[in-house]
Every structure is written in structure tokens, then in C-alpha cells.
């Protein structure tokens, strides 16, 4: 492909590529990203391009895989265009029936659909899926329709109009402007607005600046950066460019974790594209606008996603927070003015750029503007990537596009933010999503992981277990981090082994103060805040554990113990046999019964007891009750007898 | 260089443009307590227990005085009860590891903290850094150096290099506020790494 050299010639490409296009030309897309990837859409690909093949369609159907499309429950997830049928679960023995009935005969495959759980009919469109349709997805949209390392399908989706804007009809400080007005704020985590962030690297002094996207995804459960990297990388890199042009920079960075291969994959074809194709490199589309964009791998440390670790990191030295008092915008790398955005905000600046910040600002509460990509994971239904305006509730997430709570089980709480965020209960569940209102109730919006808790979920152990992840995941730097925090993971781990001790919770909360209020950088600071958030919600558990050594939702191991009950056990044997560690006392024709000193609390008793007997029982804060003497066991069945 | 007037403690303490509140209020002769701050080198903001309540445009918050620079007006009150609280806890949170430090008893006198309140888990090492910035930024050595994150992070001389370096520096010793540098040496240089020097003596 030759160099493109003008705005003009953007365009001719633009045009000979969608004329060389028939939309009306059967095509089958298969989403290729990580979720799709590990339920096996890979050999569903292969499976489709080789029935292709056989049935000698080459020339007359397309194939695409393309990034992820968000239903990860249902994956793997293949959209027959042009009519836009959805199938999902689809495995590489449903193929020859999706060519030959789908693509030739056009032809719907009933089982391959989606079904309302609901109303229990059966839905062949994406936009009518519950799921689909609550969704706003102005980002993550078109991962769905573009092959992620073609740029001519990114340019085929309007890609680049937004630079080609800029360079030619705007002045940086109009895209400042603009962008300002848009009240766009950092989607990774703390919510800084963009615009004000972006302003500060401009005004500051130096002639080198950088422009870097923070890729370093890390929380527990959270993927939408990673599935739009893998999934539309050049909007990120449009966007970056954008950027780099309003603050005067013209080196950027893409940091991105190591562990996420097909991301660094994707975005290294990306660079190459666009620098093959003029739209990264020397004089950008002819405009003078010079920028070359490094990706730079990251090492595995949660605490990298802070910016002035981030930084310290790209220097090729040990990813430790900064201890200073002088935003990364005007002393960031190697001391220079470095503006470090995530991922997510890069991808909303050329939509903004494109649509103007009057559109963009008809998304979204008062303070919170657009969209915001969750991972809505845990105990949900519809497990995956949703997009969503900010001020949506969290019942609406929950309920109507996470299809609520699998198992007939009882919501408990909603995990926002990661491990920095908190934990909200039921009674908050119409809170709208947005960067303040999330933080006033004690949680925050992070970079928009949302793990849902069912009843069965103990909270101090939600709280114990983020606090287990951060004791690994700090840098280890300043003592209240460091320390506090290795504090509370003794008494939080004491408290759910029934070690809890009067006190423990006062104790607990002056370390949290500590922590909160000297520690180095925001990982620390914000570190109590599930310890803090589940206190404040769920005080009765903790005091449970402490006071009664009970365990509410019966998970604690240690508080808990199970037992046969008596009254219920038919002797049919399925636990004895089942049991790992031997620990059920049986027979035939005699009522079973749990050898507590053997017993692990693995629960498989508990799991396979029959739905019909449901005899053995989850027991917390009470003593079990003594062994039935050995005559008491034997089951006189009525029925047998008269047999 | 203007001087630049803030307050500290309601003295107005007069210091030039760039210096830290706690050069300032050292030069002022007004004591705010450290553990990993040296004249010789870079602010490194890890101990936390210099921290100082700053108020600005009304706004009262807490910073580490070893990185916060002086500004003009700035308000600065070195004691409060919370400020208190901050180091009692930092320093019953460090003896859990180092007991017996003199450094650290004394300072647990000064704001009431309890050297028992905490687990013991004698690692003596608080991390403070000293000697591995010390090595690093004066001697240019790097012969001791961090390793590991989080609650696992302690201190290791480099073999390679401190045996060459060590033996005939030990500048970092003293510098120790637990002591527990130079038993640190010593082992690591007993058990694994003989340096060339050591042979001869072995060989006796």
C-alpha cells in the first residue's frame, strides 16, 4: 500500500475501498476476542473457513474475525451478514448447517439462537437481545464489525476522519477546546477531566512531550481495556494522535500488560499499518504533524496502572509510585510533560473529535458524560462487556442487561472499581453509574469492573480477599501501604477463621485511616476502601464473625460445619460415596452422618445431596448436634415392609 | 534568590524557592521527625512519618514535608492530634518489625506508641532505603538493592558487587536506623559469596 500524502487522498482510499465493498455480499463474522477465543471460536473459524472452501464459496462469502463483541456468556458468538443473524455457542460441528442452511438458504437455525429466558422466544436479531438492546455502545460498537488487524476495515467505518479534522480544520487549541467542553473524564479510574489534564502538558514548559495510554489493566475480573485493544486498536491510536497534536507532542507509549498477547499483537499490526499507510511517522497526511507511536510492554504489576509508576516503569526502572507533589502532565517521563490517559478515554476523543462535545455531552449525568464500558462479571447472568450512558442505575445493569442473579439466588452486593473500589448493597442498587455519585457512597468507578455478589457470598472475606490481592500487588515503598495493609490482612483473615477478637474492628478501621490518609500514591490511599465499604454496609457480618464466630452467608470454612439431618437422610449413599476424605459415616439402610473430625468443608456432600432429600445442611454459630446413637439410625421404609 | 515567608507551628520561617517544608522548618530549628530522610540524598517520601497538616487557599491537607516545597503564605502545623495518630501507628506498625531499635523507641516515647501492639515478625529491616540510596546516589555503587514487592520486599546486597565494594566502604552502616545492616552484611558475605581477598585468609 502506498504512502497516503493528503487529506484528499485519505478519502480516495476511503471511497476505493467501500466501492470495491458489496454490502449486500453474504459474510460471516466469528468474534475472535479473548473471551470467544478461550470457548473455542478459534476452531470455529477454522471450521468456517474450510466449509467455505468445500462448498466452494470462496469468492462469494466473506469471513471475518473480529474483535470481541461483549456476550462473553454465550460465546462463541457468529453473526451471519448481511441480515444480521445471531447465533451463539456455536461450535465447529454447527458450521456445515450454518453455511449451507444460514448463508446459501437463508435460513434461520432455531437452536443456534439466542432465547429469552424470559418470555422464552427465541430472538435472530443482535439489537432485539435484552442484552444488546439497554446497551448504548458508542465505543465498543464497532469491535463487532471490523477485523481488527485490517486498517482498511477501520477506515471502512469512517477511521482517521477524525485526525484528518484535526489537521486540516482545527488548531491544537480547538481540539483542546473541544475536548474540554466535552467534559470527558479519565475512564481508568480516578476521573480527572481530560481536557484540564491535556491542557496542563500543553502549557507546560519543555519542547519534548509524551503522549501515553495506560493499557495496564489489572483488576480482578475487568477486561473492557484489553478487549478494546484487541478488538479496535487503531481508534486508540487515532485518538492518541489526536491527542498528541493538542499538547504538542510527538512521541506517545502504549503500555500495555504483557499478558494480554493478542492486545500487544493487534496494536503492534496497528502501528505498522498506520505508518505504512502515513497516518503515523513524519508529516501525518501532509500536514508538517509529525508522530511515531513505541508499545512498551509491561511486567505484571498492578500498582504500574498508577501514573507516576507507569512512568517510572516506561524508564525501564523498578514501577514504583512517584512521591512528588507536580502532576505527570507537566513531570512525567524522564521529567517531561507526559499525559497518561487509559485506554478507554483515548477511544472516545475521535468520536468526540467527529460528532463535536454537544453530542458527546447528551450522554451521561450532570458530571459524568458519555458512556462507560463495565465488565460485568461474578454472580450474573449475562456475563460480559457492557456499554452503557453514565447515570444508568445499577439495578438497570444488573437486571435488565445482566439478566440478573443465575440460580434463583439473592442479589447481596455489587463490587465497583476493583480493588480500590467497595462494595454496594441492594439497598443502593438505584444509585445511577457515575464518577461521583459511585465515590459519595463509598465505592468508585475505577476503571469499570463490576463483580456481582450473590447470598452466598461472606463479605468480610470480599473484604479479606481484595486485601489479600493488594498485600501482592503493592510496591512495598511507603509503610501505611506496606504495613496497614499487611495488618489487615492478619486481622481480616483472623476474623474468618473465627480468631476475630473484640476490638478488631476499631483496630481495623484506624489502620484503614492510616493507610488512607499517608500513603504514597492512590493504591494505598485507596486500598481500605473494601475493607471500609463493606463495614459500612454489611457491619452485621463482621460483628457476626467476631461476636457469635458465625459465618451469615455460611462460607467461611473455619465458622462453618455441615450435618446430616436426620430427619431427611434416606440412606441412598450418594455423599458416602462422593465424599473425598471419607469423612461420611453410612451404611445401608442407615441414617448418615458427618465425622466432623475428618470432614475438610469441601461441600461435595452438600452439592450432590439429592434435590428431593436436600438432608444435609450448612451449620454456622451453633454446635452440631451430637451423633443419633447407633440404634436411632436404622430407616424403617413403610413401603419395603409390606412388600 | 528572594526569600520565601511561610509559617510553621505560627512562626513565619523565612526559606529560598525549591527547599522542601522540612528544610525549611529544620533550618528554623523546628523538629519534624524522619526515618528515611538524608541530607545527601533525593526526598524518597516512603517512612511518611514527616508528615504535616498544609493549609492553602483555606483548604487544610496532609503531605510528607521531605517532598512538599515551600510556597509563599503556606500555613504549616508540624503537631495536630491527627498527625499524632498518623506517626504513633507507622511507628507500632515498624516495630513489629525492629523492637529494639534506639531510633524507634525513642520516638515511640515521644508519641505514645506501644511497641507490642503488633505481631512481632523481627525482619529489623523497616525499608527505609538508606543504604540502597545511599550506595546508589553517593557511591554510585549499587551494591544493595531491593528486591521483591509488596509485603515480601526486602533488602539484598548484590554478591558480585559487594564483594568487590563492601569491604572496604561500609559508609552505609551507620546510617541504619535498626542496626541491622552491618549482621545483614556480614551473613551475606559469610555464606555465599567469599570474596577473592577472603581466599587466602580461608586458606591459612
Known amino acids: ?643 | 534568590m528572594s526569600d520565601i515567608i511561610l509559617q510553621i507551628d505560627g512562626r513565619e520561617v523565612a526559606a529560598r524557592e525549591g527547599m522542601t517544608v522540612l528544610e525549611a522548618a529544620q533550618k528554623a530549628g523546628i523538629s519534624i521527625p524522619t526515618l528515611c530522610y538524608h541530607e545527601k540524598l533525593e526526598p524518597y517520601g516512603a517512612c511518611r512519618l514527616c508528615i504535616v497538616e498544609v493549609e492553602e487557599r483555606g483548604r487544610t491537607r496532609l503531605v510528607v514535608s521531605c517532598l512538599y516545597p515551600v510556597e509563599k503564605d503556606l500555613v504549616v502545623r508540624t503537631r495536630s492530634e491527627k498527625i499524632d495518630r498518623i506517626r504513633k501507628m507507622i511507628l507500632e506498625l515498624l516495630m513489629a518489625h525492629a523492637p529494639d531499635s534506639f531510633e524507634l523507641q525513642e520516638l515511640a516515647q515521644e508519641y505514645g506508641a506501644d511497641r507490642d501492639r503488633f505481631e512481632k515478625e523481627p525482619s529489623f529491616c523497616i525499608h527505609c532505603g538508606l543504604c540502597v540510596r545511599y550506595c546508589a546516589e553517593v557511591k554510585k555503587k549499587n551494591a544493595v538493592g531491593f528486591v521483591d514487592r509488596g509485603t515480601r520486599r526486602e533488602i539484598s546486597f548484590i554478591p558480585e558487587i559487594a564483594a568487590k565494594e563492601c569491604g572496604s566502604c561500609g559508609e552505609c552502616f551507620p546510617l541504619c536506623p535498626t542496626e541491622a545492616l552491618q549482621a545483614a552484611f556480614v551473613l551475606t558475605k559469610a555464606f555465599s559469596f567469599p570474596t577473592p581477598s577472603m581466599k587466602p585468609a580461608a586458606a591459612e
Open chain 1, 1 to 643: 500500500m502506498a504512502r497516503i500524502n493528503s487529506i484528499t487522498e485519505l478519502e480516495e482510499v476511503r471511497k476505493s475501498i467501500l466501492s470495491s465493498r458489496d454490502s449486500k455480499k453474504p459474510c460471516i463474522t466469528i468474534c475472535s476476542g479473548s473471551g470467544c477465543h478461550a470457548s473455542g471460536s478459534r476452531e470455529v473459524a477454522l471450521s468456517i473457513e474450510a466449509e467455505i472452501v468445500k462448498q466452494g464459496l470462496s469468492d462469494k462469502v466473506d469471513v471475518k474475525k473480529t474483535g470481541c463483541h461483549g456476550f462473553c456468556e454465550r460465546g462463541p458468538i457468529v453473526v451471519i451478514h448481511p441480515e444480521g443473524i445471531c447465533y451463539f455457542q456455536v461450535k465447529p460441528g454447527d458450521v456445515p448447517e450454518i453455511v449451507s442452511q444460514t448463508v446459501i438458504e437463508k435460513k434461520v437455525i432455531e437452536r443456534l439462537l439466542y432465547t429469552d429466558p424470559n418470555t422464552n422466544e427465541k430472538i435472530v436479531y443482535e439489537s432485539e437481545i435484552p442484552f444488546y438492546k439497554n446497551q448504548e455502545r458508542l465505543v465498543f460498537g464497532f469491535n463487532s464489525s471490523i477485523d481488527p488487524k485490517s486498517i482498511d476495515d477501520y477506515l471502512a467505518i469512517g477511521g482517521y476522519s477524525a485526525l484528518a479534522k484535526v489537521l486540516s480544520q482545527m488548531s491544537p487549541e480547538q481540539v483542546l477546546e473541544e475536548v474540554k467542553r466535552s467534559n470527558l473524564r479519565g475512564r481508568g479510574g480516578g476521573g480527572f477531566p481530560t481536557g484540564r489534564k491535556w491542557g496542563e502538558s500543553r502549557n507546560a514548559p519543555g519542547d519534548i512531550k509524551y503522549v501515553i495510554v495506560n493499557a495496564d489493566e489489572g483488576d480482578p475480573g475487568a477486561y473492557m481495556d484489553r478487549s478494546l485493544l484487541e478488538g479496535n486498536p487503531h481508534s486508540i491510536l487515532e485518538g492518541l494522535t489526536i491527542g498528541a497534536y493538542a499538547v504538542g507532542s510527538h512521541e506517545g507509549y502504549i503500555y500495555v500488560r504483557q499478558e494480554y498477547p493478542l492486545a500487544v499483537e493487534n496494536v503492534s499490526i496497528a502501528i505498522k499499518q498506520a505508518e505504512e499507510y502515513g497516518l503515523l511517522g513524519e508529516n501525518i497526511l501532509g500536514s508538517g504533524f509529525d508522530f511515531t507511536v513505541k508499545v512498551h510492554q509491561g511486567a505484571g504489576a498492578f500498582v504500574c496502572g498508577e501514573s507516576s509508576a507507569l512512568m517510572t516503569a516506561l524508564e525501564g526502572k523498578a514501577g514504583e509510585p512517584r512521591p512528588k507533589y507536580i502532576h505527570t502532565a507537566v513531570k512525567g517521563v524522564w521529567d517531561r510533560p507526559s499525559v497518561l490517559n487509559n485506554v478507554e478515554t483515548w477511544a472516545n476523543v475521535p468520536l468526540i473529535i467527529n460528532k463535536g462535545s454537544d453530542w458527546f455531552t447528551q450522554f451521561g449525568t450532570e458530571r459524568s458524560k458519555g458512556t462507560k464500558i463495565f465488565s460485568l462479571v461474578g454472580k450474573i447472568t449475562n456475563t460480559g462487556l457492557v456499554e452503557v450512558p453514565m447515570g444508568m442505575s445499577l439495578r438497570d445493569i444488573i437486571y435488565k442487561i445482566g439478566g440478573g442473579i443465575p440460580g434463583g439466588k439473592k442479589f447481596k452486593a455489587v463490587q465497583t472499581g476493583g480493588p480500590s473500589g467497595g462494595c454496594l448493597p441492594e439497598e443502593l442498587l438505584d444509585l445511577p453509574v457515575g464518577f461521583d455519585e459511585l465515590t459519595q457512597a463509598g465505592s468508585m468507578m475505577g476503571s469499570g469492573g463490576m463483580i456481582v455478589m450473590d447470598e452466598d457470598t461472606c463479605m468480610v472475606d470480599v473484604a479479606r480477599y481484595f486485601l489479600e490481592f493488594l498485600t501482592d500487588e503493592s510496591c512495598g515503598k511507603c509503610v501505611p501501604c506496606r504495613e496497614g495493609i499487611r495488618q489487615m490482612l492478619k486481622i481480616l483473615t483472623n476474623i474468618t477463621k473465627g480468631k476475630g477478637k473484640e476490638g478488631d474492628i476499631e483496630l481495623l478501621e484506624e489502620l484503614a485511616e492510616v493507610a488512607r490518609e499517608a500513603s504514597l500514591c492512590a493504591l494505598g490511599r485507596s486500598a481500605p476502601n473494601p475493607f471500609l465499604s463493606t463495614l459500612k454496609y454489611f457491619r452485621d457480618e463482621y460483628e457476626a464473625h467476631v461476636k457469635e464466630k458465625r459465618c451469615p452467608a455460611l462460607s467461611c470454612k473455619e465458622l462453618i460445619a455441615f450435618y446430616i439431618d436426620p430427619a431427611k437422610c434416606q440412606a441412598c449413599g450418594t455423599c458416602a460415596r462422593k465424599c473425598p476424605s471419607e469423612a461420611i459415616i453410612g451404611g445401608k439402610n442407615l441414617i448418615h452422618m458427618v465425622d466432623q473430625t475428618k470432614c475438610t468443608k469441601c461441600g461435595t456432600c452438600f452439592e450432590v445431596c439429592p434435590p428431593r432429600f436436600r438432608a444435609v445442611k450448612k451449620i454456622s454459630g451453633e454446635p452440631v448436634p451430637d451423633p443419633i446413637p447407633e440404634e436411632a439410625r436404622i430407616i424403617v421404609r413403610g413401603g419395603k415392609k409390606n412388600e
